[in-house]
């Protein structure tokens, strides 16, 4: 079946600092990727997504390049701040699986002044 | 802005009570949904509606039921509580064949004493 695996967290960095969110996948299909984020105290929303090799997904100053070669979405972002202080879940939607969307375990940032 | 309601942010309930979660969408969302999220599991799929009386298992219905008797709302009933269904329970809603951009609750924190 479907799955993700994302680098287990808390992640805990400087402001101004550099973000590397590791995110990896394995489906049967030709899946579409996402990253979503979960504010504390708030349900998850939608931040990026890429839906074929090659894309690229941007928003709010992140990115993440949907690598097929090394089934890879790993999310990144040059100065945090510490409002993305947040839990960072990757997934995937699968055609093959009924569209549903897959999560990884979610990965906690903490972005410190 | 899409708006997905959860009738309570925290629920303490004793074992082998019977249990409602209520979700309740304001956008004409087709497909609603409920997750469990447990820390380093990420988001786990109990049941999913694609229209008013439809019902489709997800990853881990065992337990659950639920009931979808209007388009906007999407109950999830836990017949008889046990402590191992403490978590934290998100309903999502999406449009259409658009299942993977999902709108999350802010979820309902449930403790089974």
């Known amino acids: 079946g479907d799955s993700v695996t994302q680098m287990e967290g808390p992640v805990t960095l400087s402001e101004e600092a550099f973000l590397t969110i590791n995110c990896t996948y394995t489906a049967t299909g030709y899946p579409s990727l996402f990253w979503y984020v979960q504010y504390p105290g708030e349900g998850l929303q939608l931040l990026l997504k890429a839906t074929k090799a090659d894309d690229k997904g941007s928003n709010k100053g992140f990115e993440a390049t949907y690598r097929k070669e090394t089934t890879s979405f790993h999310l990144e972002k040059g100065s945090v701040q510490v409002s993305d202080s947040a839990v960072y879940f990757c997934?995937?939607?699968?055609?093959?699986?009924?569209?549903?969307?897959?999560f990884g375990g979610g990965t906690r940032l903490m972005v410190k002044p | 802005d899409v708006k997905v309601t959860q009738s309570s942010r925290y629920l303490v309930k004793r074992t082998g009570e019977k249990v409602f979660l209520e979700c309740v969408q304001d956008m004409d969302h087709e497909n609603m949904f409920w997750y469990r999220q447990d820390p380093g599991l990420g988001l786990r799929l109990i049941y999913f509606?694609?229209?008013?009386?439809?019902?489709e298992k997800g990853d881990i219905p065992e337990g659950y039921s639920v009931s979808r008797e209007k388009k906007e709302r999407f109950s999830l009933i836990l017949e008889s509580a046990s402590t191992n269904q403490t978590s934290m329970y998100l309903c999502?809603?999406?449009?259409?064949?658009?299942?993977?951009?999902?709108?999350f609750g802010p979820g309902t924190r449930l403790t089974v004493t």
């Open positions: 997934a995937l939607s699968d055609n093959n699986a009924g569209n549903m969307l897959t």
């Open positions: 509606s694609y229209d008013v009386k439809m019902k």
């Open positions: 999502a809603s999406s449009w259409g064949q658009a299942t993977y951009e999902q709108y």
